[in-house]
């Protein structure tokens, strides 16, 4: 399998990457996005015969084809194998039918940090370690999160030799519970960064290390962001897990997809281009509805970020999003890369007509504000016993508004768990959801934070700091 970008030929036509490669380099250097060159293809046999498999073998047989040779077949189920074991149910993630609505909701929050992040992180964490050990190689993943990716990206990769990581978060705008995830991991190669700043703040700083490219070098820079192909793979397989438990290929399935940076319904669109029968998507938004009023009218018009209760969902330039406007373009990356560039300068981006009869056939929208969300809170939980956390009930209510055929299953991917935004389901329901045992302790453990300004120069200079030490016999012996 090989990848392309989707800027390829807008900087000259260099060589497409194997796996490991895409793997390694998140955002491919003439600034576009990795994708397979082509997809690999799925028979209805193939998919038929998924039916009643572990979640842990049809993820083998899903991501087989994007891998090439880099792992042999071996190590990549014992990796799957690993990674999934650190789930809390064996099931990985619970396909729950919602009464007999038709609604069914895919629980993908059981990893360690309660967010879906952990699906494709727990195994991204370990190719990472396996390629890196086998190369001989480091690598400095430098992020920036508004909550979930860091945590999940943190416990995905502490206490590895081959890789440090430097999460940036926005101090005082992540919930407590989202920076105790993080700032209580201990362990030597983790460094967390609180910037005295916004996200948006945070994500500038990031990207200003990746495009320095002496810097970039020098640490051999890594992104795990949902940018990264490999975290997109990853999460193609529930698509097919849930599709085949509801009757998969033989019946079709809609899907309803809470979405921030359109990483998660882009995986489901990618296994449709395998042969997954799927009806449509939604694609659920808060009250930042760049998306939802794109799929309404085939414009992007940026505006500002507003706070919502579903904190992982406020953002306005879905980085993704570029995969999906690679296809509407004709996979043609210099017209896409010249889109892209006016989109940055003017703030809006328009597609032809022709392109969007074909989206608005595959993909509803919706939106839903933060009144709404109590609302669906309370809904659920009285309907159907179940307590939602904000981001999953915004894809519960938007699912409703969007059922095109009754017979078809309606999938609601369920993204975190309730106790992970404890504040506004306790305003919703009126009692606190409590974490799981595993973190019950996690308001006395420990914190390690170091603070910065929002300035790249000193950011870079932390890193530097801290890489040199690293190298020093002493320090890398302790690790
Ligand atoms: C990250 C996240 C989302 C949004 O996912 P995207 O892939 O960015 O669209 C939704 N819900 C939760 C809980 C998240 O952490």
């Not at 991991?185 to 960064?193: S, W």
């Not at 998507?281 to 794109?294: H, P």
């Amino acid at each position: 399998m090989r990848y392309i970008s989707t800027r390829h030929g807008s900087q000259g036509n260099p060589q497409p990457l194997g796996f490991e490669d895409v793997m390694l380099a998140g955002l491919a250097r003439d600034g576009g996005l990795y994708l397979p060159a082509e997809w690999p293809q799925f028979s209805k046999a193939e998919i038929a015969s998924l039916r009643g498999q572990p979640y842990g073998e049809v993820a083998y047989r899903v991501m087989r084809p994007f891998i090439g040779d880099a792992f042999d077949e071996a190590t990549f189920r014992r990796l799957i194998g690993e990674a999934y074991a650190s789930f809390e149910t064996p099931e990985v993630a619970p396909v729950k039918p919602l009464g007999e609505s038709g609604l069914h909701l895919l629980e993908l929050f059981h990893g360690p940090t309660l967010a879906f992040k952990d699906v494709a992180l727990q195994l991204l964490g370990r190719m990472l370690d396996h390629t890196l050990t086998a190369r001989q190689q480091h690598a400095t993943i430098v992020g920036a999160t508004s909550g979930d990716t860091g945590s999940a990206a943190i416990e995905a990769v502490r206490d590895r030799r081959t890789i440090d990581i430097f999460m940036l978060f926005p101090h005082g705008r992540v919930s407590e519970v989202q920076r105790r995830q993080m700032t209580t991991v201990l362990a030597p190669n983790v460094h967390n960064v609180a910037i005295e700043g916004t996200f948006d703040d945070c994500q500038d700083l990031a990207k200003a290390c990746f495009n320095d490219l002496a810097f970039r070098d020098r640490h051999a820079l890594t992104a795990v962001n949902s940018i990264n192909f490999a975290r997109v793979m990853a999460q193609i397989v529930y698509y097919f897990w849930a599709a085949v438990k509801l009757g998969a290929p033989e019946r079709p399935v809609a899907f309803t997809v809470p979405t921030g940076n359109f990483g998660n319904v882009y995986a489901g669109y990618a296994a449709r281009q395998m042969g997954l029968p799927v009806s449509h998507f939604v694609v659920a938004t808060n009250s930042n509805d760049i998306l939802a009023r794109f799929f309404e009218a085939g414009g992007m018009t940026m505006t500002d970020v507003v706070p919502t209760y579903s904190p992982s969902m406020d953002i306005q330039i879905s980085s993704n999003f570029e995969r999906l406007l690679f296809d509407l373009y004709g996979r043609d990356g210099k017209a896409l890369a010249d889109a892209m560039a006016g989109f940055r300068s003017r703030g809006t981006l328009k597609v032809g007509a022709n392109a969007l009869g074909g989206v608005r056939e595959l993909f509803d929208a919706g939106r839903l504000d933060d009144e709404g969300t109590l609302k669906a809170i309370v809904d659920c939980r009285k309907r159907f016993g179940v307590t939602l956390d904000t981001h999953s009930a915004v894809g519960y209510a938007v699912a409703q508004q969007h059922r095109r055929d009754p017979k078809v299953p309606m999938v609601v991917l369920s993204t975190a768990h309730p106790a992970k935004f404890p504040d506004a389901v306790e305003k919703a329901v009126g009692e606190r959801p409590a974490l799981p045992p595993r973190l019950a302790d996690l308001m006395e453990r420990t914190e390690r934070v170091d603070g910065l300004p929002n300035d790249v120069a000193t950011l870079k200079s932390l890193i530097d700091e801290r890489m040199a030490a690293l190298r020093q016999p002493s320090r890398a012996a302790r690790r």
